[in-house]
């Protein structure tokens, strides 16, 4: 593999939230997703950026379990939890190789995992407001975790209002894998990385609950 200098990686780009700030403040972002939908939307993100900015960003369709990009990159990251959208070990184990395989040798990569913990667990409540134009769109969320299967439910209800009057109600369900701080160490070891540094969220906080973001050395 080639080496891609001072460019990062991002691994479930999404909608390109993180991405299209890196690229603002002149880091080349690459960034991969399986889903065409996020994909499109990150499309016209990034359309709406100087075009100048917009040279700095590169999205592709991508299954983290299995790509392969021809490059190693100096930073490797994947916020927001991504990697507990995989929900066996197994494809928990596939992503850590590939990117284990996508970076160059002394450099880092940075993620954060939700862990399992009650704190999750909740009925049906209220999660946000959002104007948009004429209409208001109400989201509810519930959340249960089974702690035999490592999973977590998620139950997210999206209101659409007009005029006060609810016009369109649309429900989604997913379920995301909890990966426990023992196992992602055995497993980031197994795929041949080292520990840096372990915080319990992103303020480098030393007190590690239900959100862990590690860095990890490939040696
Ligand atoms: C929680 S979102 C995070 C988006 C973005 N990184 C952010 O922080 O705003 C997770 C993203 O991972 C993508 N994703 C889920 N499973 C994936 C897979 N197997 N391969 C590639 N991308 C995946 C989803 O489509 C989604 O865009």
């Not at 690459?30 to 359309?47: C, F, H, Q, R, V």
């Amino acid at each position: 593999m080639g080496e891609k200098a001072g460019t990062a990686l991002e691994i479930g780009v999404g909608t390109g939230r993180v991405a299209l700030e890196l690229a603002r403040v002149d880091v080349e972002v690459w960034g991969i997703d399986n889903s065409p939908a996020m994909l499109n939307i990150a499309e016209s993100n990034i359309k709406r950026l100087p075009a100048r900015t917009q040279e700095k960003i590169r999205i592709m369709q991508g299954e983290m379990t299995s790509f392969d990009l021809g490059w190693e990159f100096p930073l490797v990251y994947m916020p927001s939890s991504t990697l507990s959208h995989c929900v066996t070990t197994e494809d928990q184990m596939k992503t850590l190789r590939c990117v284990y395989d996508h970076l160059e040798r002394g450099e880092i990569f940075a993620f954060d995992i939700i862990l399992p913990s009650s704190r999750y667990d909740s009925a049906l409540r209220p999660a946000g407001k959002q104007p948009m134009g004429e209409r208001t769109v109400l989201r509810w969320i519930s959340n249960r975790s089974d702690t035999v299967h490592q999973v977590l439910h998620t139950i997210l209800i999206f209101e659409v209002y007009e005029a006060n009057i609810l016009i369109e109600r649309v429900m989604e369900s997913s379920t995301v894998g909890l990966i426990t701080r023992r196992e992602i160490e055995l497993l980031l070891e197994k795929a041949g990385f080292e520990i840096k540094n372990q915080f319990g969220g992103f303020s480098y906080s030393e007190d590690i609950t239900d959100l862990l973001v590690t860095q990890a050395r490939k040696p």
